[in-house]
């Protein structure tokens, strides 16, 4: 049951003002405008005690071990890359993070509910270098976190004080939208374990990007839309659903070719739970092309294999110059995303999608070019 008293957090106005939502309390707000903060470490501070307290709005007292796993995942970090956007978006037309930062927070929550989700359908042991949920506590358990969290999401919205009624309803529908796609996106991934798609060649990998992973990237960037009164949402949305496909290209990258430490998992996880990625699926097309369908066999067979050990397919990888080509695609796109980012967004406002991107490029190691300014490592 949702407690009956509220803690507002106090108006603020002129140039501090922040949009409020009622259950965050003064200490939160006055963290919040802490001028001392970077504006990105504020933003992402203001995201995460704004997803807490949502949580302390909720009497939990007979299920306080619900409560325990729901923060647990709300703190485990993160990049928090979908809020950022939905920032990025709304600095460019000229809004302050005030006015994105509980619409951005909603998209946060219903990311990270179907973290626990994905965890679950894919059998993930691993998650932000800590243990998946469901290998700590029932697979139900499991499911009843993501459907609380994702629950959460909405609340967010609907009790924001910044937008109008219209914008409201808009926020909602991105939400809504994302949330359909991000499931059919999932159920692609699925599919292949399942037999839905008979060669690689039929699997709509492209379609599976978009939506599991660029659905909700696309809602973050329309809801920033949404807040600054853009001129075209829909732009904007397929922006940001390209946003997440290139995001899901450098993470598939990372799987395959990238540092631990970096992933917060093992390498090779997507072989392991026999799932095609791009490194994987540009491997056999090249193979396919070869006419070696005795390789593209064995690797199929070997596919799921959780105590494989894949070397010999790294190095076939390496003797067909697979990391080097995706490294390539993925610079080459990085700067496309940018250039296509500054044409879209009011003059002299893109810098904050050049930082980002080259967030997404660092972390993989990749080097790019941002056309508007230098080369970025």
């Known amino acids: 049951m949702e407690r009956t008293v509220d803690r507002p957090a106090p108006a603020l106005t002129g140039p501090e003002r922040c949009t409020t939502v009622t259950g965050v309390d003064e200490r939160t707000v006055l963290m919040l405008t802490n001028s001392?903060?970077?504006?990105?470490?504020?933003?992402?501070?203001?995201?995460?005690q704004m997803m807490l307290a949502e949580l302390d709005r909720w009497d939990w007292g007979p299920v306080p071990e619900l409560r325990r796993m729901v923060a647990s995942q709300?703190?485990?970090?993160?990049?928090?890359?979908?809020?950022?956007?939905?920032?990025?978006?709304?600095?460019?037309?000229?809004?302050?993070?005030?006015?994105i930062v509980?619409?951005?927070?909603?998209?946060?929550?219903?990311?990270l509910a179907s973290l626990v989700l994905d965890d679950v359908q894919d059998n993930s042991d691993v998650r932000r270098g800590r243990p998946a949920l469901h290998t700590t506590a029932a697979t139900s358990t499991a499911i009843n976190v993501a459907a609380v969290t994702r629950s959460l999401s909405y609340h967010l919205i609907h009790r924001c004080d910044g937008p109008t009624p219209q914008q409201k309803l808009a926020l909602h529908r991105e939400l809504d939208t994302a949330a359909t796609c991000l499931v059919m996106g999932q159920s692609?991934?699925?599919?292949?374990?399942?037999?839905w798609y008979g060669q690689p060649a039929d699997f709509p990998y492209l379609s599976m990007v978009r939506w599991k992973t660029g659905s909700l990237f696309g809602c973050a960037a329309a809801m920033g839309a949404v807040i600054a009164?853009?001129?075209?949402?829909?732009?904007?949305?397929d922006f940001g659903l390209a946003f997440g496909s290139f995001y899901q290209g450098v993470d598939d990258y990372l799987d395959t070719f990238g540092d631990?430490?970096?992933?917060?998992?093992?390498?090779?996880?997507?072989f392991r739970g026999g799932k095609?990625?791009?490194?994987?699926?540009r491997l056999l097309d090249v193979l396919t092309t070869a006419g070696d369908g005795e390789t593209v066999k064995s690797i199929r067979d070997g596919l799921g294999d959780r105590d494989a050990s894949w070397e010999w397919l790294l190095d076939l990888m390496h003797r067909h110059g697979i990391a080097d080509a995706l490294r390539r695609d993925l610079a080459?796109?990085?700067?496309?995303?940018?250039?296509?980012?500054?044409?879209?967004?009011?003059?002299?406002?893109?810098?904050?999608?050049?930082r980002l991107i080259d967030t997404v490029m660092r972390r993989a190691g990749i080097p790019w070019q941002d056309p508007a300014i230098t080369a970025h490592v």
């Open 36 to 48: 001392d903060l970077t504006h990105d470490r504020l933003f992402l501070d203001a995201v995460e």
């Open 74 to 99: 709300l703190t485990r970090g993160g990049k928090r890359l979908r809020p950022l956007l939905a920032w990025t978006v709304a600095e460019a037309y000229g809004r302050s993070w005030q006015d």
């Open 102 to 111: 509980a619409p951005a927070t909603s998209v946060e929550l219903y990311h």
């Open 188 to 195: 692609i991934d699925i599919g292949w374990g399942a037999g």
């Open 229 to 237: 009164g853009a001129p075209d949402t829909d732009t904007v949305r």
């Open 260 to 270: 631990e430490t970096v992933l917060g998992r093992p390498r090779l996880e997507d």
């Open 276 to 281: 095609l990625n791009a490194p994987l699926l």
């Open 332 to 354: 080459q796109e990085a700067t496309h995303l940018a250039a296509e980012h500054a044409a879209n967004m009011p003059t002299g406002r893109s810098a904050g999608m050049a």
